[in-house]
């Protein structure tokens, strides 16, 4: 008997094991596959499924997802690089224009640096306060500061030049000269955009989401034995382990998500007098995308009524992507959404922030489309609270 309990045991943890460590797999070719992720290797996924093991060209894959959850809302500190790249980190000083980090989530990973001119904001404590969080990402979202930018916790902001941080002292340099002030002051601080200097590769290249939040692109990724080797844009090297993933995104590949892209046309038509522009990777409002308090890296974000032109010049074989009314409306707001291809509609459909969730919208075909039009119209009511997000809005290359 005991021995049999111990069999039972055994492969009830191996069962559990498989089902932790389960993945989804989103093909080009519109092929979802699932399965365990066993290794990353040469741009190639390989998975265990149920019909054996399988590889996959990374470039050839929309997205690879672990099926593992986010954390609660991370409270440690957040760098924002260039790229919308972010890092949940522990900001632990700041040095010759690099600054320290550590993965509080990801012990594994350890010290390691990010240059200055890479970043464009940093916050030594992410807040709780959803209204504080979106004040932070709407302030870094400005283009005409000329500055580093230095936001206290009185609610007065400076401006000058970063000159260094420990863990109890921020020093910079204004009109009034070299300046410390104690750095449990300091809520957040922006850098000067005419400074930053980001590499953009070509090359195929993936960007990770973990448990903690964050949202990092590396240049090189490696899965062995459920542990991670990845190489960030900026030069550091991290290592963790696989269950502290989310979900990979190549780029670089057959799929290209649409927020690159710069539309040939946009056109909005206001209710009454209140105008609206449209956002990329950010909703209407500066903020992030954020739909059924799961938050989207890559999307657009649009009001009632307007519309995006993208010219597509034939080059595409379909398009994807997930649409939804922004968690900033607290449930409220309702949209219709259209999407035309070649002035066709392809898809129509009405959107309500109180279902709080996507509606994905199914795979459309661009074999041989020249113009892919977004659409948001007014819903039943009117242009209130009209935040649409389009998350995850992606074109597939010809092969």
Partial sequence: MRFTVIIVLIFSFSVWNDFINAAELYRANGEVVQGKLTQIKQNQFTLQTDSGKRT????ETIR?????LLHPQPREGLVILANDDRIYAELLRSEEDVVFVRLISCPETGEFKIPLETMQAASFQWP???QLRTEFI???ARKDQKSDLFFLNNGDNLEGELLGFDANTFRFESRAGETSVPRKGIRFFTINPEL???PQPDQLRYR???TNGSQLTVSSLVLDKNEITAKTLFGAELHFSLKRLVSITPLGGQVVPLPELKPVKYQFTPYFSQTWNWQQNRNVLAGSLRVGAKEFVSGLG???ASELHYQLDGKYAAFQTEVGIDDSTLGKG???IVILVDQRIVFQQAVQGASQQTVIVPRIDLSGARELILKVDFGKNADIQDHVDWCRPVLILKK
Avoid: T
């Fill in 56 to 59: 996959f060209l990374a470039a």
């Fill in 64 to 68: 690879v997802e672990s099926g593992k």
């Fill in 128 to 130: 709780s306060n959803r």
């Fill in 138 to 140: 709407q302030k870094i």
């Fill in 196 to 198: 930053i200097n980001f």
């Fill in 208 to 210: 990770l989401g973990l």
């Fill in 302 to 304: 649009m009001h009632s």
């Fill in 334 to 336: 309702d949209a219709e």
